[in-house]
């Protein structure tokens, strides 16, 4: 009766910590595309601030 209990708790341990590690993952590649969008739009405010000094 016990080990019934405690591989239920085992098994149910595990997948909360498997779907955890999936939720994590897809949040950290989330935030990462997240910052390579930011970088891309500074990039383009950087060149279009150069290119309006360029110009002045």
Same mark, same amino acid.
């Given at each position: 009766m016990y080990d019934d209990?405690?591989?239920e708790m085992k098994d149910r341990i595990e997948v909360k910590e498997k779907n955890?590690? +999936?939720w994590r993952d897809k949040r950290q590649q +989330?935030?990462?595309?997240?910052? %390579?969008e930011v970088d891309l739009m500074m990039d383009r #405010? %950087?060149? %279009?601030k150069? #290119?309006?000094n360029n110009n002045a």
């Open positions: 209990i405690l591989k955890y590690v +999936e +989330e935030l990462m595309d997240l910052a %390579r #405010r %950087r060149n %279009r150069a #290119r309006m």
